[in-house]
């Protein structure tokens, strides 16, 4: 399994905390169950973002895959 990039980590760890902050200030819950189970939401909407961050190479290897050059590479055409 690959490691995660910088931007996945960022991309989640903000996912987590900005969406932690706004369902605490709409839900205005005060009780422990509600404060884990917005915790608990957050982690996994923050996994989810950070899953969804294309890798790096991942564009690359989708093209390849398609048959489609990447951009800024000529295809050589048969005449």
């Keep these: ?3 995660p990039t910088v931007a996945q980590l960022a991309y989640g760890a903000s996912t987590v905390i900005f969406s ?3 369902m605490l ?3 205005q819950t005060s ?5 884990a189970v917005i915790a608990l939401a957050a982690l996994a909407l923050g996994l989810l973002v950070a ?3 294309p890798a790096p ?3 690359g ?3 390849e895959a398609a048959g ?5 590479e000529r295809v050589p055409t048969a005449l």
């Design 1 to 3: 399994m690959p490691r």
């Design 68 to 72: 489609t050059a990447p951009e800024g």
């Design 20 to 22: 932690t902050l706004a």
């Design 57 to 59: 190479g991942a564009r």
């Design 31 to 35: 009780s422990g169950v509600g404060i």
């Design 51 to 53: 899953m969804t961050v």
């Design 25 to 27: 200030l709409l839900s």
């Design 61 to 63: 290897a989708q093209q």
